[in-house]
């Protein structure tokens, strides 16, 4: 059986390259690239946990939850990214200022 630690490590290392990716990058595509690495990194701990527990599948009833409300948000996110962009005709966010008063 494969330990804990590795799902941990991975999960440490994805979480890290999801944040690299937000603070590096300029498109707001690899932005949210990043957001769902992060996002995965902690399914991955949440189904590692619940596995480890052995009392039930929470953690995997509670991983596939989330992954569900992560394509939604993935979905409202890029559909305002694709209004911006008709509007700006730009995804960068630092050129972006329209929504400023």
């Given at each position: 059986m494969i330990p804990l630690?590795?799902?941990l490590f991975i999960s440490a290392a994805l979480f890290s390259l999801g944040l690299f990716a937000i603070i590096t990058r300029k498109n707001a595509i690899q932005i949210l690239m990043g957001i769902e690495l992060m996002?995965?990194?902690s399914i991955l701990n949440i189904?590692?946990?619940g596995k480890y527990d052995k009392i039930d599948n929470t953690g995997?009833?509670?991983g596939l939850f989330i992954i569900v409300l992560a394509?939604?948000?993935v979905a409202?996110?890029?559909v305002i990214i694709m209004n911006l962009y008709k509007r700006?005709?730009?995804i960068d966010p630092n050129q972006t200022n329209l929504l400023k008063g």
């Amino acid at each position: 059986m494969i330990p804990l630690q590795h799902f941990l490590f991975i999960s440490a290392a994805l979480f890290s390259l999801g944040l690299f990716a937000i603070i590096t990058r300029k498109n707001a595509i690899q932005i949210l690239m990043g957001i769902e690495l992060m996002i995965n990194a902690s399914i991955l701990n949440i189904v590692a946990f619940g596995k480890y527990d052995k009392i039930d599948n929470t953690g995997q009833v509670f991983g596939l939850f989330i992954i569900v409300l992560a394509a939604a948000a993935v979905a409202v996110a890029l559909v305002i990214i694709m209004n911006l962009y008709k509007r700006v005709k730009t995804i960068d966010p630092n050129q972006t200022n329209l929504l400023k008063g």
